[in-house]
């Protein structure tokens, strides 16, 4: 949002809580419906719901699509022959793009090794994609970078912690 304001752009409604278009409408909901222009910036063929919905209300709206999501182009032979993969402890997935990435990525003999970490997710919309694909474990941290990484660290302090019975 900084910015925005640096370049001059005036009226920047961001939700208080939450990142999603769930959390934006719940703020427009005092806003006066009909006969207003909503540019929406997103990224290329993101979700339609915020849009319809605030069509619904009579906006008009349009679509600024500022990036794209991408499957890289490589797969994971190379991560699963290493010898250290055994050391991964864990998967961030931002997005349920990026959880359907991997699993295409690792295709059917990373599978059930992808399947046996715990995943990272800030949304529990991005946890749903994860259990779909087989995932046992997802922790939701929350949204944000330093809420993720908080989660990361209460993860992993946790298996660190003593057992007083050990």
């Known amino acids: 949002m900084a910015e925005l304001k640096k ?4 009226n920047i409604i961001s939700p208080k809580a939450g990142f999603d278009s769930e959390a934006l409408l719940g703020e427009l909901t005092a806003m006066p419906h009909g006969g207003g222009r909503v540019l929406i910036v997103r990224g290329l063929g993101g979700r339609e719901y915020l849009g319809e919905t605030l069509r619904s209300r009579g906006a008009a709206v349009e679509y600024l699509e500022c990036y794209r ?9 190379e991560l699963l022959s290493r010898p ?3 050391g991964i402890k864990g998967c961030l997935a931002t997005s349920s793009n990026i959880v359907g ?3 295409e990525m690792a295709g059917a003999t990373g599978r059930s090794w992808l399947c046996s970490l715990p995943f990272f997710v800030p949304h529990p919309r991005v946890a ?6 087989g995932v046992q474990c997802v922790f939701v941290a929350g949204n944000g970078d330093e809420v993720l990484v908080a989660g990361l660290e209460t993860w992993f302090a946790r298996l660190r ?5 050990s």
């Open 161 to 165: 912690a003593p057992h007083p019975f």
């Open 84 to 86: 250290g993969r055994e």
């Open 101 to 103: 990435n991997l699993f």
């Open 128 to 133: 749903a994609t994860a259990f779909s694909r």
């Open 7 to 10: 370049n001059g752009v005036r």
């Open 69 to 77: 999501r991408v499957k890289p182009e490589r797969d994971m032979r």
